[in-house]
């Protein structure tokens, strides 16, 4: 049987809500929907979908890593986005990322996120070769 580990990025809505920032099973890693809020709860690039786009798949990348995994084990981004006419700066983001890896993407405008200031919710899907 596969073990189960759970990465907390230490946000105070982990326990309260009852989440992980990723979890790992065999050799899939899911990772959470990320915002761009930082350690102090302050958003990262307030009206800019570019810098908050790139500091959440920062903030994913630890996560990742945190896992046992990289950004090239991922095989599936999923970005819920507050304005959808904002999609070249949120994928030119993303392609900063993920040129060379191209993992399937969905990107998908919602009506809002937790907070109004937040513009990008990301969540991956991480694959990796071999299990430990």
Known sequence: MNSRTNIASGAKWEDVVGYSRA????????????????????????NDPYEQTKYVLARIE???????????????????????SKWEEIGRAHGEFFKYIKPA???????????????V??????LLQDSQ
């Open 62 to 84: 630890k996560a990742l890593i945190q896992a046992g995994a990289s950004m090239q084990d991922v095989v599936r981004t999923r970005m819920f986005v507050t304005d959808i």
């Open 23 to 46: 979890v790992r099973i065999g050799n899939v890693v899911e990772v959470a929907g990320t915002t761009a809020v930082d350690e102090r709860g302050e958003i990262v690039g307030l």
């Open 121 to 126: 919710e990301i969540e991956v899907t991480a």
């Open 105 to 119: 993407a969905s990107m998908i405008e919602v009506k809002g996120l937790i907070s109004p200031g937040l513009l």
